[in-house]
């Protein structure tokens, strides 16, 4: 069975920091793309970041570049999101998904084109 499991999230006070952490499970290879969409109360749904599964290249929404850093552990079957200098408007429930057929939708942070969704973590950004 396939699975992402988030974890990681929480309360933070503006400047502050959190890191989270998608596990991935039941996966038959590791090369897929991998990225973190954010959905705030009220809002659509929104790509964050993305990383490549062959070459590691990634991807960030303006809003965030020069604060967040997305990695991967493939020995772990893991995907990080580090996340620095948040700011209220960061406040939103985090969800990675997995792209698994080597398409553009991940790269271009489309999340009608992922193909696997975990639950999702909280993360609030409030004094």
């Known amino acids: 069975q396939l699975q992402l499991v988030e974890s990681g999230g929480g309360l933070v006070q503006p400047g502050g920091s959190l890191r989270l952490s998608c596990v991935a499970s039941g996966f038959t290879k590791d090369d897929y793309d991998i990225a973190w969409f954010r959905q705030a109360p009220g809002k659509e749904r929104e790509g964050v970041s993305c990383i490549s599964g062959r070459g590691g290249s990634t991807t960030y929404a303006d809003s965030v570049k020069g604060r967040f850093t997305i990695s991967r552990d493939n020995a772990k079957n893991s995907v990080y999101l580090q996340m620095n200098s948040l700011k209220p408007e960061d406040t939103g429930v985090y969800y990675c998904?997995?792209?698994?057929?080597?398409?553009?939708?991940?790269?271009?942070?489309?999340?009608?084109?992922?193909?696997?969704w975990g639950k999702g973590t909280l993360v609030t950004v409030s004094s």
């Open positions: 998904a997995v792209e698994w057929s080597y398409g553009s939708s991940c790269i271009f942070l489309r999340a009608s084109g992922m193909d696997y």
